[in-house]
């Protein structure tokens, strides 16, 4: 996996599952921290969700998250986390740690995922409501 600097310069989209509160509001909170504007929210449902996934097989890309940088280098599950990370206010360090153990990366990334029901219990709805306000936000038409 290239390190996240080795990555192209510009925005990365972040696909996400739209029909997941958790996911939702997962991508809602990686966007707080980006105050800049590095990240693009898309809805791997969307059409451009679709254009970006287009090297990733249907059938497998509700199965994780995925970063797509602006070369379109697609990055999926934990191998995605110090990509988006690299982009975030005060990331850098989260990213190297990230991308040093990708092993233990996306190992906690499948923990993460494969409980999202669960997860998304402790979420309450009004922040939800919140994450969807800030996706619609910042999504491009098209992508949400």
Request: hydrophobic share 40%; glycine share 12%.
């Amino acid at each position: 996996m290239p390190s996240p600097t080795s990555v192209a310069d510009g925005p990365v989209s972040v696909l996400y599952d739209r029909d997941c509160g958790f996911c939702r509001w997962s991508v809602a909170k990686l966007l707080e921290l980006d105050p800049v504007g590095s990240l693009e929210p898309v809805a791997i449902q969307s059409s451009h969700g679709s254009q970006l996934l287009a090297s990733v097989p249907a059938a497998e890309r509700l199965a994780s998250a995925h970063a797509v940088t602006s070369d379109g280098r697609v990055f999926s599950g934990g191998d995605a986390a110090p990509v988006i990370a690299a982009r975030l206010r005060r990331g850098k360090a989260a990213a190297a740690a990230a991308g040093a153990f990708p092993p233990l990366t996306r190992a906690g990334y499948r923990l993460v995922a494969g409980n999202r029901e669960f997860a998304g219990r402790f979420v309450s709805g009004s922040s939800r409501a919140r994450a969807d306000t800030l996706l619609a936000g910042r999504t491009a038409p098209g992508s949400g």
